[in-house]
């Protein structure tokens, strides 16, 4: 279902068109109202006239996070502040959290956009959607509630938390379509199925997931234990929040990046380059609309490659594949990098186990060390000691042969593992 259809299947030469003049306003409006940009582009000798084609792209500056950092919390805004009418801010892990600022118009277009997500998703004003992504300065709550209404459906705000009590609002209000992080979708499933709510009869049909790396086994767990289609979206809040591109119904196929919004790049994050489509690299974004608080060429950190066959749902739009990790959340040990996102997929393979695990990095004698802790399921929990040890190997022997790195494991019982109401936090790193 097309939310803005003519948009949404610009041929490409349009799009390109559209992009330009947009890139050349954005490059002029932050050159003039900007100072840490325009500053940049000074050193750089670039001026706004200097920029003639999509491809000129490549000499404009990069922006990371940092940047948002030093200038918190308004320092990177483009219009007076008087202008802008919501905040919200990622809760950093590490130092102070980045802090958005969006205008009137940058609200409307977020709510469009969330709006064409949805649709894309298969979801229709007909729908009821669940939504349980926090609301509050984090955006995913606010994202979706503001694309549902201006879709037309109807918006259940439930927000995270008092998993108990949603497992019963599910049953109560009948809900079709449920949007929250793929982890805490599992935990709602098993929760509800403790109240003795069967998922698969409450007439879900979707379920929009998103804000955390999942993997496409993961995905497969979902969608036969909850009984519903499993659709990834992305978004940051730095470029906007949910919606800045959607997994359309065709259905794992990519996720669409809403061009006319947004220009896509994929780097190699060491040397910088541009990527070629199906290489993996660093995914980069612009904010081309943005009037609050725009970017150029926002450094993401995510690991994704670019699709640009046709997609056969007929919208335009490049595609990315789902997100494999993060460049900053690779962990090294003893030498060898490894994503957390390859750990998860060898574990959900592995009979027995169950999608919730936690990893601990550690040092011995200044040698790293990992242990991965997994729950196993209810099935084999009881089996003989010897069983489980055996199945301790087994894994062990996987990690070791397929991603080359010599992990400790430990079952642990099912449901024994901290449960998150928003992101999972999968990662302990107590190496200090
Ligand atoms: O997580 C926005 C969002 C809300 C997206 C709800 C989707 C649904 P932040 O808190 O700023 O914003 O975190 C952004 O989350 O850079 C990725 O690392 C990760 N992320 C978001 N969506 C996905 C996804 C929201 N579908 C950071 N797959 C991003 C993998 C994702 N990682």
Redesign the pocket.
């Known amino acids: 279902m097309f939310h803005d259809p003519d948009l949404e299947t610009l041929p490409r030469e349009d799009l390109k068109k559209l992009q330009l003049s947009r890139l050349k306003d954005l490059v002029l409006r932050t050159y003039h109202n900007v100072v840490f940009y325009r500053n940049k582009l000074e050193e750089l000798d670039f001026r706004p006239e200097h920029l003639r084609s999509l491809s000129d792209i490549r000499h404009l500056p990069f922006t990371e996070k940092q940047d948002l950092r030093d200038h918190f919390p308004y320092g990177l805004l483009a219009l007076p502040r008087e202008n802008v009418v919501r905040i919200?801010a990622?809760?950093g892990t590490t130092g102070k959290s980045?802090v958005v600022g969006y205008s009137r118009r940058d609200v409307r277009n977020w709510a469009g956009l969330m709006a064409r997500s949805l649709a894309a998703a298969g979801v229709s004003s007909r729908d009821i959607v669940h939504n349980a992504?926090g609301y509050g300065l984090?955006?995913?709550g606010l994202?979706?509630h503001y694309g549902v209404e201006e879709l037309g459906a109807t918006i259940l705000p439930i927000s995270g938390g008092g998993t108990k009590r949603q497992a019963m609002l599910l049953k109560d209000f009948g809900p079709t379509v449920l949007?929250c992080?793929p982890s805490y979708a599992l935990h709602l499933y098993e929760v509800a199925r403790e109240a003795g709510i069967e998922f698969r009869d409450l007439g879900l049909h979707t379920g929009?997931?998103?804000?955390?790396?999942?993997t496409d086994e993961m995905r497969l767990e979902i969608e036969a234990k909850l009984g519903l289609k499993a659709l990834?979206?992305?978004?940051?809040?730095?470029v906007m929040?949910?919606?800045?591109?959607q997994e359309c119904e065709a259905g794992h196929q990519g996720?669409h990046i809403w061009e006319d919004h947004f220009l896509v790049e994929i780097i190699d994050p060491r040397t910088r380059e541009n990527l070629p489509p199906g290489q993996t690299g660093e995914?980069v974004l612009t904010t081309l609309t943005k009037e609050a608080q725009p970017l150029i060429r926002y450094r993401?950190?995510?690991l994704a490659s670019l699709i640009d066959t046709p997609c056969c749902c007929g919208r335009t739009h490049t595609r990315i594949s789902?997100?494999l990790g993060?460049s900053d959340d690779m962990l090294i040990i003893r030498g060898v990098n490894v994503f957390p996102s390859q750990i998860e997929g060898l574990l959900i393979e592995t009979e027995g186990l169950t999608p919730h695990y936690q990893l601990i990095l550690g040092r011995e004698k200044s040698m790293d060390t990992l242990e991965i802790r997994v729950e196993v399921d209810e099935s084999i929990f009881s089996d003989e000691i010897k069983h489980l040890q055996r199945l301790e190997q087994k894994i062990k022997n996987n990690i070791k042969e397929f991603l080359g790195v010599t992990a400790g494991i430990k079952l642990v019982e099912p449901r024994s593992l901290d449960r998150s109401e928003g992101?999972a936090q999968r990662i302990l790193d107590l190496r200090g």
Do not use: C, M, Q
């Open positions: 919200h990622s809760s980045t992504y984090f955006t995913g994202g979706v949007t992080t929009i997931f998103g804000a955390e790396p999942w990834n979206i992305y978004g940051l809040s730095e929040g949910p919606g800045v591109g996720i995914l993401t950190r995510d789902r997100i993060r992101k």
